[in-house]
């Protein structure tokens, strides 16, 4: 089955770290880049991080850069996106998406609150 599943979302206070995973399933994972997206609540979905296919190109959106980091692991076929410094304006739903299979994942609720 040819999907996308992201994990790891959930309530973090300001200031607070959280790891999101997402797993793929059904296509030669190792051949494309992989990017997070997230979208808040009245706001349309905005781009944050990518991964080249070998995971030696990196691009981040100016709003998370040097707080998050993106990276894979083509042998677990997984998607990483370690998020640190988390403030209020971070809560959104975060998906997974590979943008050359036109596939996206479910998405996890990242919530930051205190």
């Known amino acids: 089955q040819v999907q996308l599943v992201e994990s790891g979302g959930g309530l973090v206070q300001p200031g607070g770290s959280l790891r999101l995973t997402c797993a793929a399933s059904?296509?030669?994972?190792?051949?494309?880049?992989m990017n997070w997206y997230r979208q808040a609540p009245g706001k349309e979905r905005e781009a944050v991080a990518s991964i080249s296919g070998t995971g030696g190109i990196l691009n981040y959106a100016t709003s998370v850069k040097g707080r998050f980091t993106i990276s894979r692991d083509n042998n677990k076929r997984t998607t990483y996106l370690q998020m640190n410094s988390l403030q209020p304006e971070d809560t959104a739903v975060y998906y997974c998406?590979?943008?050359?299979?036109?596939?996206w994942g479910q998405g996890t609720q990242v919530t930051v609150s205190s």
């Open positions: 998406y590979a943008p050359a299979r036109g596939l």
């Open positions: 059904g296509f030669t994972f190792s051949s494309y880049t």
